[in-house]
């Protein structure tokens, strides 16, 4: 009843900010669920999925991508870049205004201006603020004055080295543009009195129950069509974390858009092949791409650690018969009714510029070639081998249970541990365990956020490199990349970058994820993206 009251106060909020209640009938709006309460709607704490997705309704950045993670211009209309790298010259479009908020001069939005980035870009990285986004550059530049205001529409950021990747980084939420006198006066309440120049603006938000969003009537980008932005009137976002509870939400139709196929009612959507089943077919629109998510087995390799000396896992052949041993297309098949890829290639997964699986050779199934192995490494058919303990959270269980069986036929004997996701997170981040379930989520659609995960330099506690794998010459091409300007060399650098990794097998590549989202059939213009980026401008409900 609470839920329901709720739900009748934010639809009258909508139609009363609206040009009247006659033409209320005519208003669209978009329902969603979210499935976890949100803790700031200020872009510089923006630190998960659903932050990202509502952030991305209310603020802009400099550029943005396409469906294919093509960069794209945004309030920045064009870009130079010196011949050295370490210089961006942004130029700015003059036709982009903040929402209105009373704290501007008659209470209407002002221009976003250079020097609205020059204070939201040190915002990110000023120590009293404590953004969580504050890695985009706090190795890149110097300090704030790095980012300077040439004039209002020109704007400049320098770098300390070259860093081929910074428009793809510059896509994140986390460097989108705020106003200084709002969040200067809210400061840490900012979080929920968010003012932005993005399609949306925020009307009501009880947290963790309601959120409303309205369409920004002075919004400044065109649809290809040359049809003003956004399509819909309001958002309206409900909190049920119940995944069932959520899904008959949808199969009513009080939800328009649904994010991922829980495991508790996956087989009675989809079949094992993946495709709809009779008792849904033509019911919704079921939208699957490549996710740039990789769904890994990581080991840790460094023979210095105290943890490493008596383990198996720091023998190559140990690591390599473990990867040979994983039927991956079959745990695809029955475990995830098909909506994955098989991790046969790198830790680069598909979708992602540059991925090629004809040049980078990981592992197929090949059980063979693994009791081989286990026999080359002084284990035939794994007798003396000591069992080995695989660490998991109760979200893979089934997954990782099906791992074991499959070690378990060539000869190796694990124990799987279930730890909450905050322990094994805490395990992995202090070198504590030695063979865990890992998964790496693009920070930003391209591949070097992901070589960064093996860079010698970013071992424990200086970054990712979670499993210790340290090699001189994968240190080389690293570094090499940062000073290759076209994207095809980088790539080629790359390439090579993760064969070594497959070679060396640090990790086991489980499987390339893939996003799942599902749509009422009166749902048009929605986006179909690798980094599963909620683009709601476009979208239109008839």
Avoid at 54 to 60: K, R, V
Avoid at 279 to 287: A, E, P, T
Avoid at 457 to 470: A, D, E, R, V
Wanted: charged share 20%; hydrophobic share 40%.
């Amino acid at each position: 009843m609470n839920k329901l009251i709720c739900f009748c106060c934010a639809i009258a909020l909508i139609l009363f900010s609206c040009h009247g209640s006659n033409q209320s009938s005519h208003k669209t709006v978009f329902n969603i669920n979210l499935d976890e309460g949100l803790t700031s709607l200020d872009p510089a704490f923006c630190r998960n999925q659903n932050t990202t997705w509502m952030d991305n309704q209310l603020y802009n950045g400099l550029v943005q991508v396409d469906d294919s993670l093509k960069i794209l211009p945004c309030i920045a209309k064009s870009w130079d870049i010196s011949a050295d790298g370490l210089q961006y010259t942004f130029h700015l479009r003059n036709d982009v205004y903040f929402h209105d908020d009373p704290l501007f001069q008659g209470g209407v939005g002002r221009k976003a201006v250079a020097p609205d980035f020059v204070y939201s870009f040190g915002r990110l990285i000023d120590p009293k603020v404590a953004s969580s986004g504050s890695w985009i550059f706090s190795d890149k530049v110097k300090g704030k004055q790095s980012f300077i205001a040439l004039d209002d529409t020109t704007f400049r950021i320098k770098l300390r080295q070259p860093f081929p990747p910074l428009l793809t980084l510059l896509t994140a939420q986390y460097a989108d543009v705020v106003p200084h006198e709002i969040a200067d006066f809210y400061g840490k309440d900012f979080r929920n009195h968010p003012i932005g120049t993005g399609p949306f603006k925020l009307k009501y938000w009880k947290e963790g129950e309601i959120m409303v969003f309205l369409k920004n009537e002075k919004y400044w980008e065109k649809d290809k069509d040359g049809s003003a932005l956004p399509h819909l009137d309001a958002i309206h976002a409900t909190f049920i974390s119940d995944k069932q509870t959520a899904f008959m939400e949808f199969v009513t139709g009080n939800i328009d858009f649904l994010n991922d196929i829980d495991g508790s009612y996956r087989d009675d959507i989809l079949t094992k092949s993946g495709k709809i089943t009779q008792k849904y077919k033509g019911k919704f629109i079921l939208n699957s791409a490549p996710y740039l998510n990789t769904i890994y087995l990581g080991m840790l390799v460094d023979s210095n650690l105290p943890i490493v000396k008596n383990s198996p896992l720091k023998l190559l052949k140990i690591r390599q018969a473990i990867n040979y041993a994983i039927d991956k297309q079959k745990m695809i098949k029955y475990l995830r009714n098909s909506l994955a890829t098989a991790g046969n290639a790198g830790f680069i997964p598909a979708g992602m510029p540059g991925f090629d699986a004809q040049k980078v050779k990981g592992y197929t199934y090949n059980p063979d070639k693994a009791r081989q192995l286990l026999a080359e490494a002084g284990f035939p058919d794994g007798k003396g081998l000591p069992d080995i303990l695989l660490t998991t959270t109760i979200g893979y269980r089934d997954l990782i249970e099906y791992v074991q069986g499959q070690l378990d036929q060539v000869g190796i004997n694990t124990h799987v541990e279930i730890v909450q996701s905050a322990s094994l997170r805490e395990l992995v981040s202090k070198n504590g365990i030695n063979f865990f379930y890992g998964s790496w989520l693009a920070d930003y659609p391209d591949a070097e956020n992901f070589m960064a995960v093996f860079y010698s330099k970013n071992k424990i506690p200086w970054g990712p490199n979670y499993t210790g794998f340290n090699n001189k010459h994968f240190d080389a091409l690293f570094e090499q990349a940062y000073h290759e300007t076209t994207d095809a060399k980088r790539y080629a650098l790359y390439q090579q970058m993760d064969n070594i990794v497959m070679q060396q097998s640090p990790v086991v590549i489980l499987y390339y994820d893939k996003l799942v989202n599902l749509y009422q059939n009166n749902i048009t213009g929605y986006s179909k993206n690798a980094l599963n980026l909620l683009v709601l401008k476009k979208v239109r409900k008839k």
